[in-house]
């Protein structure tokens, strides 16, 4: 059992049977009665994110959860397959448990594997990805204006805004968080 004193960004928890993660907390303390916790909360199931408030001193339990290396096999559908690269076990998720992630899932890509209750339910990619652009418009001679940019298809069929001087089949570095352009590969 974890505490509200024991709270901390990342920190994993269960509530009400379900697992999440804490994205932020603060202790506040009002002018008269005991100090609370406000929380930002996001379940590690659904990927919702929830905003409870706990009194000093409220216990709330350790979620069964483990992180295992993972390897991005191939997606069927709705469906994602990943490999465990030491035992060679695979594990399948859905496309609703991952999605934007999905957008930058690259065949081979190595991902770190959330488990709750033995069960593979989310995936955790680097924090950058590099990816070939199949489509965009050409520059023109003259469109230089400052930070000036144009939409670019990525491989995967994500869309980013790139500089304007890049060209189809270069390689660009993703931000796989937010999902903006980085550097030129």
Do not use: C, W
Request: glycine share 10%; net charge negative.
């Amino acid at each position: 059992m974890y505490t509200t004193s024991d709270f901390k960004r990342g920190l994993r928890i269960e509530i009400d049977g379900q697992p999440y993660s804490i994205i932020e907390f603060e202790h506040h303390k009002p002018g008269k009665g005991a100090s609370i916790v406000r929380t930002k909360l996001r379940n590690l199931v659904t990927g919702q994110v929830v905003s409870p408030t706990f009194r000093s001193g409220d216990k709330v339990g350790r979620p069964d959860v483990e992180d295992k290396d993972g390897q991005f096999l191939f997606s069927s559908g709705e469906t994602f397959t990943f490999m465990d690269p030491q035992s060679y076990e695979q594990y399948e998720i859905h496309g609703d448990m991952l999605g934007d992630q999905a957008k930058f899932l690259v065949d081979g890509m190595h991902v770190s594997i959330l488990f709750y209750q033995g069960k593979a339910v989310s995936v955790e990619l680097p924090n950058s990805v590099v990816l070939q652009i199949v489509e965009t418009e050409p520059a023109v001679k003259g469109d230089t204006a400052t930070n000036a940019t144009k939409k670019a298809k990525l491989s995967t069929g994500h869309f980013v805004h790139v500089p304007l001087f890049m060209k189809e089949g270069e390689m660009v570095k993703v931000d796989t968080r937010s999902g903006e352009y980085i550097e030129r590969a």
